[in-house]
């Protein structure tokens, strides 16, 4: 578990501070972590169904999610982008806009795709802007160690969202100082991203790299 736990927090580095100058790469990484995760999480419920289960079962589970999310970076950017913009904002409906209106209960869930619907449609409409912003809050929930394997098991295993809902504030100890890691990886992953499209990195990638020129708007 530890060498994945690396490659998930390796794999949210690159999406801090790449993003949406990838692109299309972007979008697929995207929804490989975020398809494989969903396998993971629904595989008891799916294998249950099906009559299977086991480690070869939930390995297979894991890799169909991957795969299957990874294909949805093949049709248009800004409809892949769409997919895991519901995703950030159901999170964000989930647990920074309920509490402002509801006491919580099962009322949350309505709101929280509400604000994924909402999240989906800005995916669409303004697909590098929505890319930048996803892409950082993924790759620093992430990165930070936020959200880890650990607390995906424990999702799977309550079938319950909660143990992947996490404080964005939250402090964590970095050399005996408390610093908001999540938050200053967000703010670095969008400060680095928009500063490789403003002073022309992007373009100058997209002339050699094929996909690439597609978060320009070329969708």
Do not use: H, N
Not at 125 to 142: E, I, M, S, Y
Not at 182 to 200: D, N
């Amino acid at each position: 578990m530890e060498l994945l736990d690396v490659g998930v927090a390796l794999a949210g580095l690159v999406l801090v501070l790449f993003g949406a100058a990838l692109s299309v790469y972007a979008t697929a990484l995207l929804g490989v972590l975020i398809g494989a995760a969903g396998g993971y999480v629904l595989a008891p419920q799916l294998l249950g169904i099906v009559g299977t289960g086991g480690v070869v079962g939930l390995a297979a589970a894991v890799v169909a999610g991957g795969v299957l999310g990874a294909v949805l970076a093949s049709v248009a950017l800004s409809v892949a982008t769409a997919v895991p913009s519901f995703v950030v904002g159901a999170y964000l409906g989930l647990y920074a806009v309920t509490p402002l209106f509801t006491a919580g209960g099962l009322v949350r869930y309505p709101v929280a795709v509400l604000v994924g619907v909402g999240g989906a449609v800005l995916g669409l409409t303004l697909t590098r802007v929505a890319l930048t912003f996803v892409t950082a809050f993924v790759g620093a929930a992430l990165a930070s160690g936020s959200v880890t394997l650990a607390d995906f098991t424990a999702a799977r295993d309550g079938l319950t969202p909660d143990p992947i809902l996490f404080d964005p504030l939250a402090t964590a100890p970095i050399v005996g100082v408390d610093v908001p890691l999540f938050g200053l990886l967000f703010a670095l992953g969008v400060l680095s991203q928009t500063g490789l499209f403003e002073l022309g990195w992007v373009t100058r990638l997209a002339a050699v790299v094929p996909g690439i020129g597609r978060a320009l708007g070329d969708d």
